[in-house]
């Protein structure tokens, strides 16, 4: 009698992906140790997903996963942004997984698209006018995007971190008030 298929095996393969991301990042994923760490085999892992790329696509799912639950209690864009710089502290991992260095390699156009039209939802709801949505929302973005980068090139947080943090929510906040009044 041939044996079942383990239903779970896809996600565990994924799972374990993940965890050997978030330790030791990128190098750390290999199909060896990812079939060890899920406890199967490398061809178990292969049968499942095509090769190493189509398993960091779902590493990149489970991180994104992961920051819309962070976000997804957000009040404002304002606090959104204070959460999205936690995240990259919390999680610096993921953060440059989902939007750091080889971003637009990883992935597609139209999903980039989609996210950013999230974001500009979420300024567009702020009360900022149409015709000021898209510049306020890429000037938000780039704002918290070089704060989180900032934050990532370092092992730690530095001693300028807190600061760094609170300039850019301040700056982000000003922008929104500025442009929701027109100017």
């Given at each position: 009698?041939?044996?079942?298929?383990?239903?779970?095996?896809?996600?565990?393969?994924?799972?374990?992906?993940?965890?050997?991301?978030?330790?030791?990042?990128?190098?750390?994923?290999?199909?060896?140790?990812?079939?060890?760490?899920?406890?199967?085999?490398?061809?178990?892992?292969?049968?499942?997903?095509?090769?190493?790329?189509?398993?960091?696509?779902?590493?990149?799912?489970?991180?994104?996963?992961?920051?819309?639950?962070?976000?997804?209690?957000?009040?404002?864009?304002?606090?959104?942004?204070?959460?999205?710089?936690?995240?990259?502290?919390?999680?610096?991992?993921?953060?440059?997984?989902?939007?750091?260095?080889?971003?637009?390699?990883?992935?597609?156009?139209?999903v980039q698209a989609a996210q950013f039209a999230i974001f500009e939802g979420y300024v567009r709801q702020?009360?900022?006018?149409?015709?000021?949505?898209?510049?306020?929302?890429?000037?938000m973005r780039s704002l918290v995007h070089g704060a989180a980068m900032f934050r990532l090139a370092q092992d730690k947080p530095g001693p300028w971190w807190p600061e760094s943090?609170?300039?850019?929510?301040?700056?982000?906040?000003?922008?929104?008030?500025?442009?929701?009044?027109?100017?």
């Open positions: 009698m041939p044996r079942q298929a383990d239903p779970t095996l896809p996600s565990r393969i994924a799972e374990a992906a993940y965890a050997l991301w978030r330790k030791d990042g990128d190098q750390a994923v290999t199909i060896r140790d990812v079939a060890r760490r899920a406890k199967t085999t490398t061809p178990s892992v292969y049968a499942h997903f095509a090769d190493r790329t189509a398993i960091l696509r779902a590493v990149r799912e489970l991180a994104h996963e992961h920051f819309v639950t962070a976000l997804a209690k957000s009040k404002s864009v304002t606090d959104a942004c204070g959460r999205m710089l936690a995240f990259a502290d919390e999680h610096p991992r993921d953060y440059e997984l989902l939007f750091g260095y080889g971003f637009r390699d990883r992935v597609e156009p139209a702020a009360g900022v006018p149409d015709r000021d949505v898209r510049p306020t929302a890429l000037a943090r609170t300039a850019c929510l301040d700056a982000c906040a000003l922008l929104l008030e500025q442009r929701r009044r027109g100017r």
